[in-house]
């Protein structure tokens, strides 16, 4: 159980925060309350599954992608979210918790994952969307974790970022270029827009009013930005783009005020949101049985490495 912030003590605990004021990055081996450690653990964690899970949806259409081009651009993105879940795990394991912990957590359901990728991804344009929608979503709240208090979680972002960018540049055009193709292929991209328009809106959370951690996590920095302030710079920044490409986002409440410069919309699903979270989303039983298949099928590769690692260890010990 994290200490209570009153049983911290108070002296480090304001000179703790004078540091994080001072915009000083907080590195492993600093002194840190245990709620920060124990809430840094929980939400890079969850963000470490994220990308590892989200790998699911586009690994099912390697395979199908329309040509060699596609196919390499697209397993060369999936292996990307991989090494980003790698990064994020190695930076959570400085908080003093270890992958094994980590991955038990996932499969006993206690950790979450992304919401977004408890939906199916049954059309090619669905890998537009995804790029285009969810990784541009990922990459408004990225950004501002590059401003994040903890150290290796900052640095993590800033190399993070830089991918996903092409990411969502790959997603827009395959968008971009069914949304200009036969009616069928216009028809394939606008409905994948309908589908993951609000899963993605989703992606940044609960309205603040609802979120339980982000009072103290922009406290102590570890988000820059509320969830509603950052799902609010991605409609902004996402709306232009599809009509840009012909497309409509599938909300008939979409006005711009001219005078804030930002879209009004319609309100989420919030009893879907929840629901999802809670495993009762289309794809959730599946996402979570494939990750705990795949890793129980890669236990002799953990073991091979780990016996390979101790070799060398031994042969440099006796050198
Ligand atoms: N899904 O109090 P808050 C990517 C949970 S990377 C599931 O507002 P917080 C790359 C939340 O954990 C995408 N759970 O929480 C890619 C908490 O539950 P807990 C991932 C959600 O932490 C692209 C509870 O609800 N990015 O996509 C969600 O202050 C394409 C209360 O919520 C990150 O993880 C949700 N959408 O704010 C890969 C960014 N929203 O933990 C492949 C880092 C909320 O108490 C293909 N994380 N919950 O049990 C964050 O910025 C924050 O953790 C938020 C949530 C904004 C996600």
Same mark, same amino acid.
């Given at each position: 159980?994290?200490?209570?912030?009153?049983?911290?003590?108070?002296?480090?605990?304001?000179?703790?925060?004078?540091?994080?004021?001072?915009?000083?990055?907080?590195?492993?081996?600093?002194?840190?309350?245990?709620?920060?450690?124990?809430?840094?653990?929980?939400?890079?964690?969850?963000?470490?599954?994220?990308?590892?899970?989200?790998?699911? +949806?586009?690994?099912?259409?390697?395979?199908?992608?329309?040509?060699?081009?596609?196919?390499?651009?697209?397993?060369?993105?999936?292996?990307?979210?991989?090494?980003?879940?790698?990064?994020?795990?190695?930076?959570?394991?400085?908080?003093?918790?270890?992958?094994?912990?980590?991955?038990?957590?996932?499969?006993?359901?206690?950790? &979450?994952?992304?919401?977004?990728?408890?939906? +199916?991804?049954?059309?090619?344009?669905?890998?537009?969307?995804?790029?285009?929608?969810?990784?541009?979503?990922?990459?408004?709240?990225?950004?501002?974790?590059?401003?994040?208090?903890?150290?290796?979680?900052?640095?993590?972002?800033?190399?993070?970022?830089?991918?996903?960018?092409?990411?969502?540049?790959?997603?827009?055009?395959?968008?971009?270029?069914?949304?200009?193709?036969?009616?069928?292929?216009?028809?394939?991209?606008?409905?994948?827009?309908?589908?993951?328009?609000? +899963?993605?809106?989703?992606?940044?959370?609960?309205?603040?009013?609802?979120?339980?951690?982000?009072?103290?996590?922009?406290?102590?920095?570890?988000?820059?930005?509320?969830?509603?302030?950052?799902?609010?710079?991605?409609?902004?920044?996402?709306?232009?783009?599809?009509?840009?490409?012909?497309? &409509?986002?599938?909300?008939?409440?979409?006005?711009?005020?001219?005078?804030?410069?930002?879209?009004?919309?319609?309100?989420?699903?919030?009893?879907?949101?929840?629901?999802?979270?809670?495993?009762?989303?289309?794809?959730?039983?599946?996402?979570?049985?494939?990750?705990?298949?795949?890793?129980?099928?890669?236990?002799?590769?953990?073991?091979?490495?780990?016996?390979?690692?101790?070799?060398?260890?031994?042969?440099?010990?006796?050198?």
């Amino acid at each position: 159980m994290a200490k209570e912030l009153e049983e911290e003590d108070p002296i480090k605990l304001a000179a703790f925060q004078a540091k994080i004021d001072a915009e000083i990055k907080i590195e492993p081996k600093d002194w840190m309350p245990e709620k920060y450690r124990i809430g840094l653990i929980r939400q890079m964690s969850q963000h470490a599954h994220s990308e590892v899970i989200g790998m699911q +949806p586009e690994g099912n259409w390697v395979s199908r992608a329309p040509s060699l081009r596609a196919k390499k651009i697209l397993m060369a993105k999936i292996q990307d979210e991989g090494g980003h879940g790698l990064y994020l795990y190695c930076a959570t394991e400085t908080l003093g918790t270890s992958r094994d912990e980590i991955l038990e957590n996932l499969h006993a359901g206690k950790a &979450k994952y992304a919401s977004v990728f408890n939906y +199916p991804a049954p059309t090619w344009a669905d890998m537009g969307a995804i790029g285009w929608l969810v990784d541009g979503a990922a990459i408004v709240n990225q950004v501002s974790l590059q401003k994040t208090s903890y150290g290796p979680y900052s640095r993590a972002m800033v190399r993070i970022c830089k991918e996903e960018s092409f990411h969502q540049r790959q997603g827009y055009e395959i968008m971009a270029n069914m949304a200009k193709g036969s009616a069928a292929q216009h028809k394939m991209a606008q409905d994948a827009l309908d589908r993951w328009w609000w +899963p993605s809106l989703m992606m940044f959370g609960p309205h603040d009013s609802e979120s339980a951690h982000t009072s103290q996590s922009m406290k102590w920095k570890i988000k820059r930005e509320t969830n509603d302030s950052l799902r609010q710079q991605f409609i902004d920044k996402t709306v232009p783009q599809a009509e840009l490409i012909g497309l &409509k986002i599938p909300d008939d409440n979409l006005k711009l005020d001219s005078e804030t410069g930002h879209y009004s919309h319609t309100d989420i699903d919030w009893d879907e949101f929840w629901n999802v979270i809670k495993g009762y989303g289309p794809c959730n039983k599946k996402r979570l049985d494939h990750h705990k298949k795949a890793h129980a099928e890669g236990q002799w590769v953990r073991e091979a490495a780990i016996a390979y690692a101790k070799k060398q260890e031994l042969k440099l010990k006796t050198a």
